[in-house]
Nanobody, 118 residues
């Protein structure tokens, strides 16, 4: 069973940076695609970015050029570096994992709140 624990959320001002971290427990980290999702009040959960075991990344258009996703296989961790934050980035951010053989994210962290003030 996979467990994910996020950290790093908080309250920042527009233009600031924040780094979210997620530690992966329970299975072989290298077999999983890791993603970050977010859900703002009244909106559906959306994929922000994801990274394969080999390091290939996808970022949503809304964060491209501002957010950087990386993973550390030695520490079983994934990081979301968020730069030039905007008020519209305010949301609960969730770390998620899916086995590389599947298309559905199966495992989710508890979420961490990111609030960006204008």
């Amino acid at each position: 069973q996979v467990q994910l624990v996020e950290s790093g959320g908080g309250l920042v001002q527009a233009g600031d940076s924040l780094r979210l971290s997620c530690v992966f427990y329970g299975q072989t980290f290298s077999l999983y695609v890791m993603g970050w999702f977010r859900q703002a009040p009244g909106k559906e959960r959306e994929l922000v970015a994801e990274i394969t075991s080999g390091g290939s990344t996808y970022e949503a258009d809304s964060v491209k050029g501002r957010f950087i996703l990386s993973r550390d296989h030695a520490k079983n961790m994934v990081y979301l570096q968020m730069n030039s934050l905007k008020p519209e980035d305010t949301a609960i951010y969730y770390c998620a994992a899916k086995h590389r053989s599947t298309s559905i994210y199966e495992y989710w962290g508890q979420g961490t709140q990111v609030t960006v003030s204008s």
